[in-house]
């Protein structure tokens, strides 16, 4: 009974498991104390006949009707315990002892003929149920195996790898040579490099190379194979996957479009690019950024230190203050003027607009952000207070009292960077 429900992926019930020792320990008493036959083996045939009883309701109430193989055990089950009942009352029948033998002998052979019949179609339907999961986890990935034997030369697809390769399994012939001239004529001679390679090398192959479609489409694969030996060591097949990546390679190649065009932007913008990840404080600098500082993209490591380095003290506090105010919601963005230090030891002047990024949890982790070189504004505006802080106080003065050479020196004195 307890393999019955290790078979059906059942919990034994713990009654049964208390019941068979209440039943040992009735037959070792009885043993030790001689008690008659009936009464010995009237217990122990009565615990055997629910035991067998029970497991062909087990097997007729799990399977139902799915299986006639458990059908047919659970039946007999059920009549091998009556008869087990019946065995204490029927021994000492002497001409019906060999008879009941007999039966006894019959049903164990139908059961276990049946158990067989019942264990094989169970693990059959495993198996198909395995495949069939296989199978949709293939579709599903778009993964399909294959097997080379080396041999005969022999080349075998799933049905998965079948539809990678656009082919049907009934109207397509797979071959060696028919799988190679599928593979896209700009990738066929890397590719035999690389698979020589391997089974020379006794290695295993992770390639990627496009196949033609047999309505001329192209499409990108990865595979991925190793090779077995057999007991002398020499190579005999090569089992591996081949997967579609086609959707990879479309959405690598729009990102770097896509990355190129926001550099090509960035570039013409001669605008800087910051990326601080705060959980890890690792950063990045753009080369736009560093050569707006004057230095080659080599020349700045991509760390914190070196933005602590570059800003001005005084205008640190108040930029950390600010990304501060920002982490705690006290303000929605990072915008602020600062100076860092350019190459050649001069102040550069900066805008800085930047966003904060928060997981989940509401913790900030990443910090992104543009810096704008200000310096010709910032230059500007100081000599404009400048010019506006040498006129003020003549104009103070009544104008009857300007002559024109007085006007002229104002003029030259408030506006030093025009030629006379």
Do not use: C
């Not at 006639?68 to 002892?97: C, D, M, S």
């Not at 500082?293 to 950390?320: A, F, P, T, V």
């Not at 003549?394 to 300007?402: A, E, N, V, Y």
Request: avoid cysteine; proline fraction near 3%.
């Amino acid at each position: 009974m307890y393999g019955t429900y290790l078979f059906i992926d059942k919990k034994f019930p713990r009654f049964f498991l208390y019941l068979s020792l209440l039943s040992a320990s009735w037959i070792i008493f009885a043993v030790l104390n001689d008690l008659a036959f009936l009464v010995t083996s009237l217990h122990t045939f009565s615990f055997l006949a629910i035991i067998y009883i029970w497991t062909g309701y087990i097997f007729l109430k799990h399977y139902r009707y799915e299986q006639k193989e458990a059908q047919i055990v659970g039946w007999t089950f059920i009549v091998w315990g009556i008869h087990k009942a019946n065995y204490p009352f029927l021994r000492p029948v002497i001409w019906f002892a060999p008879w009941g033998y007999l039966l006894g002998a019959i049903l164990a052979s139908i059961t276990a003929l049946g158990l067989i019949l019942v264990y094989f179609r169970k693990t059959k339907n495993e198996l198909i149920d395995n495949q069939n999961r296989l199978l949709g986890a293939q579709k599903t990935a778009k993964i399909g195996d294959w097997s080379w034997q080396l041999e005969k030369n022999e080349l075998v697809w799933s049905d998965e790898t079948y539809r990678i390769f656009g082919q049907s399994p009934e109207t397509f012939k797979v071959t060696v040579e028919s799988f190679e001239k599928a593979i896209h004529p700009d990738d066929y001679q890397t590719f035999l490099v690389e698979r020589e390679a391997a089974l020379r090398k006794n290695r295993d192959v992770n390639i990627e190379y496009r196949i033609v479609l047999p309505d001329n489409r192209i499409r990108w694969v990865q595979e991925i194979s190793s090779a077995i030996k057999d007991e002398t060591g020499e190579l005999v097949k090569v089992t591996g996957t081949v997967q579609d990546i086609t959707q990879r390679k479309k959405s690598e190649k729009a990102l770097l479009e896509s990355q190129e065009r926001f550099n090509l932007a960035m570039e013409a913008s001669q605008d800087g690019l910051i990326d601080w990840n705060l959980i890890t404080n690792e950063i990045y600098y753009s080369p736009g950024w560093k050569r707006m500082l004057g230095y080659e993209d080599n020349e700045i490591k991509n760390d914190s230190s070196e933005w602590d380095r570059l800003i001005k003290q005084e205008h640190m506090e108040k930029s950390r203050a600010m990304l501060n105010e920002v982490l705690t919601g006290q303000r929605d963005r990072i915008e602020t003027e600062f100076q860092m230090r350019h190459k050649n030891g001069h102040w550069v002047d900066i805008l800085a607009r930047a966003d904060v990024i928060f997981d989940e949890n509401g913790r900030g982790v990443r910090v992104i952000g543009t810096h704008v070189d200000i310096t010709a504004r910032k230059s500007s505006e100081r000599a404009l207070k400048e010019s506006e802080k040498n006129i003020d106080p003549l104009l103070r003065r009544p104008w009857m009292d300007f002559g024109l050479p007085t006007l002229k020196a104002v003029f030259v004195k408030s506006t030093p960077h025009i030629k006379e």
